[in-house]
């Protein structure tokens, strides 16, 4: 391969190396390398960690530098000299959580939400408590409706828990609500997932005029919602969540690990009286309980302040990188918030497979916009960039690269990789 093209035998060696990474190519000793079938399982929309490789802006993650690491170091401390026999020994949510469930509810109010103890679980994170509300509202063969560009698990979700997905359309306010009446009329949509607080890949912050539409929409269908908030008191001066206007019908789930620190994985779903028993029983059946130790560590920091104070220490470091993103994408067609974790870059005509790869062999690795499709209608090319998954300095020459890319003449990829 290397004579026929004329490059070095390291290079082709590397591009064969890649090829098998990604799976499109696997090798058999005695036999040559054979092209491996289309894989079912859709990629990931950010690759693994490679330090000093490149610059991760692919992957969603907050600002954090070693205070944050810190504060945990001496969390486990505190924890090993206070941990409580129940959350060590016991194998009985209903033995372990009481206590977290009240604390849980003071920090939903910081959210924006009234919740009793008992509607609320402790989760595994956010991931955990999706999963865990769209069993308990979409069994098997029926219809959940979302945004046409949403969270890059639902897809596989979709597949794994036998529901039907539907992208529905959006504009610069979030999920349109017409759409949403419309698809109604000819699916049998049991649930609306939304993200309306920045969390969604076009970073955008839904209004409240627009969640009231949604919520007479639901209401008119009698339909369930789950809206997920992981970023939480994270964004300031923002609407009332979904939640907040329909408590009745509105499974809510927010986490730590985005606006606090990416290891504490802890989260709450927060479900109305309807649905409390399908909760806890597919919490049980998926996960069991959340962890308990991390759990005391979450209910700590929210007692005592940490949680809060680190939010609004992310919330002033995000502005920060939301500045240099301006410096460095001045006059490119971005759209972002000043609180979100990423913003969401217009490519045009630009080929996005082309694109993501090219930014890649310079250094840069950044999601696809079509890992958070859900829809197969019309699309137009994008990137999510995640601002907090570096140090500041690297997120400038990151994002640098990108601009260059997109500035200058379309190139078509080479095989030197």
Same mark, same amino acid.
């Given at each position: 391969?290397?004579?026929?093209?004329?490059?070095?035998?390291?290079?082709?060696?590397?591009?064969?190396?890649?090829?098998?990474?990604?799976?499109?190519?696997?090798?058999?000793?005695?036999?040559?390398?054979?092209?491996?079938?289309?894989?079912?399982?859709?990629?990931?929309?950010?690759?693994?960690?490679?330090?000093?490789?490149?610059?991760?802006?692919?992957?969603?993650?907050?600002?954090?530098?070693?205070?944050?690491?810190?504060?945990?170091?001496?969390?486990?401390?505190?924890?090993?000299?206070?941990?409580?026999?129940?959350?060590?020994?016991?194998?009985?949510?209903?033995?372990?959580?009481?206590?977290?469930?009240?604390?849980?509810?003071?920090?939903?109010?910081?959210?924006?939400?009234?919740?009793?103890?008992?509607?609320?679980?402790?989760?595994?994170?956010?991931?955990?408590?999706?999963?865990?509300?769209?069993?308990?509202?979409?069994?098997?063969?029926?219809?959940?409706?979302?945004?046409?560009?949403?969270?890059?698990?639902?897809?596989?979700?979709?597949?794994?828990?036998?529901?039907?997905?539907?992208?529905?359309?959006?504009? =610069?306010?979030?999920?349109?609500?017409?759409?949403?009446?419309?698809?109604?009329?000819?699916?049998?949509?049991?649930?609306?997932?939304?993200?309306?607080?920045?969390?969604?890949?076009?970073?955008?912050?839904?209004?409240?005029?627009?969640?009231?539409?949604?919520?007479?929409?639901?209401?008119?269908?009698?339909?369930?919602?789950?809206?997920?908030?992981?970023?939480?008191?994270?964004?300031?001066?923002?609407?009332?969540?979904?939640?907040?206007?329909?408590?009745?019908?509105?499974?809510?789930?927010?986490?730590?690990?985005?606006?606090?620190?990416?290891?504490?994985?802890?989260?709450?779903?927060?479900?109305? =009286?309807?649905?409390?028993?399908?909760?806890?029983?597919?919490?049980?059946?998926?996960?069991?309980?959340?962890?308990?130790?991390?759990?005391?560590i979450a209910s700590k920091w929210?007692? =005592?302040?940490?949680?809060?104070?680190?939010?609004?220490?992310?919330?002033?470091?995000?502005?920060?990188?939301?500045?240099?993103?301006?410096?460095?994408? =001045?006059?490119?067609?971005?759209?972002?918030?000043?609180?979100?974790?990423?913003?969401?870059?217009?490519?045009?005509?630009?080929?996005?497979?082309?694109?993501?790869?090219?930014?890649?062999?310079?250094?840069?690795?950044?999601?696809?916009?079509?890992?958070?499709?859900?829809?197969?209608?019309?699309?137009?090319?994008?990137?999510?960039i995640s601002l907090g998954s570096?140090?500041?300095?690297?997120?400038?020459?990151?994002?640098?690269?990108?601009?260059?890319?997109?500035?200058?003449?379309?190139?078509?990829?080479?095989?030197?990789?």
């Amino acid at each position: 391969m290397a004579e026929d093209l004329d490059l070095s035998v390291q290079t082709v060696s590397r591009a064969y190396e890649e090829l098998i990474r990604r799976g499109l190519v696997s090798g058999e000793i005695g036999r040559g390398s054979f092209v491996q079938t289309q894989r079912s399982e859709p990629a990931p929309p950010y690759l693994p960690e490679r330090p000093g490789e490149v610059i991760d802006l692919s992957i969603l993650k907050p600002v954090s530098e070693k205070m944050h690491l810190d504060r945990l170091k001496k969390a486990l401390g505190w924890l090993s000299e206070n941990l409580p026999a129940s959350s060590a020994l016991s194998f009985r949510p209903n033995m372990v959580f009481p206590r977290h469930r009240a604390v849980a509810v003071e920090w939903l109010k910081r959210c924006g939400l009234t919740v009793a103890p008992q509607n609320v679980s402790v989760t595994n994170g956010a991931t955990a408590g999706m999963t865990v509300a769209l069993m308990s509202v979409a069994p098997p063969g029926s219809t959940v409706a979302a945004e046409a560009i949403c969270h890059h698990t639902l897809v596989p979700l979709s597949t794994y828990l036998g529901f039907k997905l539907e992208g529905l359309a959006i504009d =610069d306010d979030g999920l349109v609500p017409e759409a949403l009446d419309e698809a109604c009329k000819h699916s049998d949509i049991r649930a609306v997932f939304v993200q309306p607080s920045v969390i969604n890949p076009t970073a955008t912050l839904m209004s409240e005029a627009r969640r009231q539409a949604i919520v007479e929409v639901a209401r008119k269908h009698d339909l369930a919602i789950i809206e997920n908030d992981v970023l939480g008191p994270l964004i300031e001066n923002r609407p009332p969540p979904i939640a907040a206007l329909a408590p009745e019908r509105t499974l809510y789930v927010t986490s730590f690990t985005k606006s606090v620190v990416p290891g504490l994985r802890i989260g709450y779903l927060s479900a109305p =009286d309807r649905y409390v028993a399908a909760v806890a029983n597919r919490h049980l059946v998926s996960n069991w309980m959340a962890t308990p130790m991390v759990a005391e560590i979450a209910s700590k920091w929210v007692a =005592d302040g940490t949680a809060l104070e680190l939010v609004n220490w992310q919330r002033e470091a995000l502005r920060g990188r939301h500045r240099i993103v301006a410096e460095v994408f =001045d006059g490119l067609p971005y759209s972002s918030h000043s609180e979100s974790l990423h913003v969401w870059l217009s490519l045009g005509d630009r080929s996005e497979q082309s694109f993501v790869a090219q930014a890649r062999l310079q250094g840069v690795a950044i999601a696809p916009g079509t890992s958070f499709r859900t829809s197969d209608a019309p699309w137009s090319p994008a990137v999510r960039i995640s601002l907090g998954s570096t140090t500041g300095e690297e997120l400038r020459i990151g994002l640098g690269t990108v601009a260059r890319l997109l500035l200058g003449d379309p190139e078509h990829l080479l095989l030197a990789i």
